[in-house]
């Protein structure tokens, strides 16, 4: 959803095809296993290595930072806060399924609310919403303080994934009325309401995340996007101007500001917008194809193909891209081409590519 108390927690959210994390049973099996008695000086090995951990990942370090994790795991194996920082390292990395590994370990030894709300986040990023749901309900039993108020917002944000919006008001708000500086709640709870088409209470709550944090880029972002929902396109440009004067490598809000001076016609200005998001990210699937679009508006189709051809060999699930790249071949006189791609994008689901195909297709 957003970058938020993530990293709070440490220093203190994929379905992929990896076999689902070791079961509490297995990892207390697993420490068993192991258990020894420590030497004074295993002791101290142990904690420098961990002390060294923790510095290099406050420095973002996080390979090292496991590694020297490992070694202090691998002299105490009862250290509970060695697996949950070796953890929070993973987790930084996108490796949400070591993580909660890692996490089932800190638990085993030591089942704590600032555990369970860190499992709990891992699995919410790696899309077990049962399991995260079930660890913030153990937080919530634990703590009555900021676990239990973190462990509400990640109800609302795990609710909000459902596309349970009302029920996810109602964690936002929870939190809220605890805690009246809790930025990213205001801004949930407004992505609520904009998804109910709820715009005016969605904006209310865009500026209230905004009146306490001032460079909420996202924040603008949202806010431009109803905007121009509601064709109030200099509102909104000035708001994804916002967004980048904040963030200056917010590719997502020069994406969109090109789309928007796209319909004014300022094609000048688009094509600068999208030039800045393609750099500042190269693998942007959606600014390719709008920049393509652009290109097809002004009549260059061999160029808009190109920027097609990326597109999709950065996504070939891009259905819209196929349907856009099919009609620009048919300009350029390639109909095999042409109906190739309106083939892929309607068994993406693509349903104006059906309409083509019948038409030029037979």
């Not at 090292?64 to 953890?87: C, H, L, M, Q, T």
């Not at 369970?116 to 303080?145: C, F, M, P, Q, V």
């Not at 393609?278 to 194809?289: D, Q, S, T, W």
Request: net charge negative.
């Amino acid at each position: 959803m957003i970058k938020s108390l993530l990293l709070l927690i440490i220093a203190s959210i994929i379905v992929v095809s990896f076999p689902k994390s070791l079961r509490a049973q297995e990892v207390k099996d697993v420490l068993q296993d192991t258990i020894r008695v420590l030497s004074a000086n295993d002791e101290q090995v142990a904690e420098k290595e961990y002390n060294k951990g923790v510095i290099l990942l406050q420095s973002n370090k996080y390979n090292e930072a496991i590694g020297s994790f490992d070694k202090a795991i691998s002299v105490k194996v009862k250290f509970p806060e060695a697996f949950y920082n070796r953890a929070s390292a993973k987790f930084s990395k996108g490796d949400y399924y070591g993580a909660i590994n890692d996490y089932n370990s800190a638990i085993t030894l030591n089942a704590t609310a600032k555990y369970y709300l860190a499992r709990a986040i891992a699995n919410y990023k790696y899309e077990e919403y049962s399991g995260a749901k079930d660890d913030l309900e153990k937080t919530i039993s634990l703590d009555k303080g900021k676990y239990c108020n973190d462990a509400n917002y990640y109800f609302g944000c795990v609710l909000f994934v459902e596309q349970r919006y009302d029920e996810a008001i109602t964690y936002y708000t929870l939190v809220i009325d605890k805690d009246k500086e809790y930025v990213y709640a205001y801004h949930d709870r407004g992505s609520c309401y904009k998804m109910q088409k709820k715009y005016q209470l969605a904006i209310d709550d865009y500026k209230k995340a905004l009146a306490i944090d001032p460079d909420l880029a996202i924040a603008y972002n949202n806010i431009a996007a109803i905007e121009k929902l509601s064709k109030n396109y200099e509102g909104a440009i000035a708001d994804y101007t916002s967004a980048i004067s904040v963030d200056k490598n917010n590719a997502m809000a020069y994406n969109n500001r090109g789309a928007v001076y796209k319909e004014l016609g300022k094609y000048d200005e688009a094509l600068e917008d999208f030039n800045n998001a393609i750099r500042i990210n190269p693998e942007y699937v959606i600014a390719y194809g709008n920049r393509g679009n652009l290109k097809f508006s002004k009549q260059e189709y061999k160029e808009a193909l190109l920027d097609y051809d990326e597109a999709l060999k950065l996504d070939t699930k891009y259905g819209i891209g196929y349907l856009n790249r099919g009609i620009c071949k048919e300009l350029l006189r390639d109909d095999i081409g042409a109906c190739e791609d309106w083939s892929k994008a309607d068994a993406l689901g693509v349903t104006a590519a059906g309409n083509y195909l019948n038409a030029q297709c037979k």
